[in-house]
T-cell receptor, first 112, second 116 residues
Framework: KNEVEQSPQNLTAQEGEFITINCSYSVGISALHWLQQHPGGGIVSLFMLSSGKKKHGRLIATINIQEKHSSLHITASHPRDSAVYIC??????????????FGKGTHLIIQP | NAGVTQTPKFRVLKTGQSMTLLCAQD?????MYWYRQDPGMGLRLIHY???????AKGEVPDGYNVSRLKKQNFLLGLESAAPSQTSVYFC???????????????FGEGSRLTVL
């Protein structure tokens, strides 16, 4: 069973700052998910990646399969980026329950 | 474009009562999941389904039952609610298994359940 650790748990930054959120997992995987949970509770998928880097707007996700580590970066952060960011990996990387193991999330606040 | 719809959004139950949460998706997704989210913990998988007529247990299945009689609907039932089942429940769906690359996870807006 995979285990996921995210850091930091809480992050407060000023508008415009470059943000980095880290995710480490215990067992090798085929793909990793980054999700965003809005203050109202809704969850949206940001990225699914299995290698290298993906970019969408001001969001960049990277993954190092050998080190079992992924990072989510936000460039030119804005107050609307304030949310909980969640990393998730397959529960049983070798097969089994078709579900994800989620990190506890990073609570990000961007102040104007 | 409804996506994934959960009903009800809020419910208060007394210990021992039963209820059913409905998850409906209009994207023709094969894979559907029920998760619960508790303070200080990550989302945890309750049950999942890889297609119409199939269901399987996840990480925390005790006290819950599910059914997938129609491809678009995934029902989560609590036969005898307990205070430990107070939580926010999320349904999710995908075109492919989470082990496969590609596809995208879609989540419902969540259902907040309180058991007194």
């Amino acid at each position: 069973k995979n285990e996921v650790e995210q850091s930091p748990q809480n992050l407060t930054a000023q508008e415009g700052e470059f943000i980095t959120i880290n995710c480490s997992y215990s067992v090798g995987i085929s793909a990793l998910h980054w999700l965003q949970q809005h203050p109202g509770g809704g969850i949206v998928s940001l990225f699914m990646l299995s290698s290298g880097k993906k970019k969408h707007g001001r969001l960049i996700a990277t993954i190092n399969i050998q080190e079992k580590h992924s990072s989510l970066h936000i460039t030119a952060s804005h107050p609307r980026d304030s949310a909980v960011y969640i990393c998730a990996v397959p529960h049983y990387p070798g097969g089994g329950a078709d579900g994800l193991t989620f990190g506890k999330g990073t609570h990000l606040i961007i102040q104007p | 474009n409804a996506g994934v719809t959960q009903t009800p959004k809020f419910r208060v139950l007394k210990t021992g009562q039963s209820m059913t949460l409905l998850c409906a998706q209009d994207m023709n997704h094969e894979y559907m999941y029920w998760y619960r989210q508790d303070p200080g913990m990550g989302l945890r998988l309750i049950h999942y389904s890889v297609g119409e007529g199939t269901t399987a247990k996840g990480e925390v299945p005790d006290g819950y039952n599910v059914s997938r009689l129609k491809k678009q609907n995934f029902l989560l039932g609590l036969e005898s609610a307990a205070p430990s089942q107070t939580s926010v429940y999320f349904c999710a769906s995908n075109t492919v298994s989470i082990y496969n690359q590609g596809g995208e996870l879609f989540f419902g807006e969540g259902s907040r359940l309180t058991v007194l």
